[in-house]
Nanobody
Framework: VRLVESGGGLVQAGDSLRLSCAAS????????MGWFRQAPGKEREFVAA????????DYADFVKGRFTISRDNAKNTVYLQMNSLKPEDTAVYYC????????????????WGQGTQVTVSS
């Protein structure tokens, strides 16, 4: 299984970005797909998850109302639409896949992408 993120970059506060994560694998629709982030000097933290077929989602409180996770199972791709970005959203964002599991804990996720940098200037 391979996960490849894209879409990161340098933006100003208040701007939007859409991250994409393309996954290999024939059972993508059965995976929980999550987005995590890690800022310098901080632990990796949960951002959002799309559970199995995508009918259920979960968000960290600090992104509710600003970020939206979605997935296209036909394209084996999960997206993270990030609006109203803040400087504190600056981090490396990682896509992850959990096979037949769901949750916010890093340890539940079986596969990880290499990460994409998001930098938000004030």
């Amino acid at each position: 299984v391979r996960l490849v993120e894209s879409g990161g970059g340098l933006v100003q506060a208040g701007d939007s970005l859409r991250l994409s994560c393309a996954a290999s694998g024939r059972t993508f629709s059965t995976w929980t797909m999550g987005w995590f982030r890690q800022a310098p000097g901080k632990e990796r933290e949960f951002v959002a998850a799309s559970i199995w077929s995508g009918t259920s989602t979960d968000y960290a409180d600090f992104v509710k109302g600003r970020f939206t996770i979605s997935r296209d199972n036909a394209k084996n791709t999960v997206y993270l639409q990030m609006n109203s970005l803040k400087p504190e959203d600056t981090a490396v964002y990682y896509c992850a896949a959990a096979v037949l599991k769901r949750g916010r804990n890093n340890g539940l996720y079986d596969y990880w992408g290499q990460g994409t940098q998001v930098t938000v200037s004030s």
